[in-house]
């Protein structure tokens, strides 16, 4: 599985941006989707994560972006996004999407994750 992030850039506090990430090579749909972020000297952390198998629909939040971050699919299920509203300084990171075929123990923990983009960076001023 290969996943390419893009869409990262410097915002000024209260902004927006939308991250997107490619997926391909996945051998079907039953897979947990999942975006983290990992600040300036701080460990990696889970933002938001989907499962996008049948039946799916289940999508989980971080505590610190719940009501201004959303994570979704394209309709043909290639691409995941993560459209962020609302940031603040806090948010800068590196951003990382990540899947798994099946259900991780604990869907924002990076210990749960197969395959990981390269990252793309996230100022907020």
């Known amino acids: 599985v290969q996943l390419v992030e893009s869409g990262g850039g410097s915002v000024q506090a209260g902004g927006s941006l939308r991250l997107s990430c490619a997926i391909s090579?996945?051998?079907?749909?039953?897979?947990?989707l999942a975006w983290f972020r990992q600040p300036p000297g701080k460990e990696r952390e889970g933002v938001a994560a989907?499962?996008?198998?049948?039946?799916?629909?289940?999508?989980y939040y971080d505590d610190s972006v719940k009501g201004r971050f959303t994570i979704s699919q394209d309709n043909s299920k290639n691409t995941l996004f993560l459209q962020m509203n609302v940031l603040r300084p806090e948010d800068t990171a590196m951003y990382y999407c990540?899947?798994?075929?099946?259900?991780?123990?604990?869907?924002?923990?990076?210990?749960?994750?197969?395959?990981w983009g390269q990252g793309t960076q996230v100022t907020v001023s």
């Open positions: 990540a899947a798994v075929p099946l259900c991780p123990v604990s869907t924002l923990s990076p210990a749960g994750y197969t395959w």
């Open positions: 090579g996945r051998s079907n749909e039953n897979y947990f």
């Open positions: 989907m499962y996008t198998g049948f039946g799916g629909g289940n999508i």
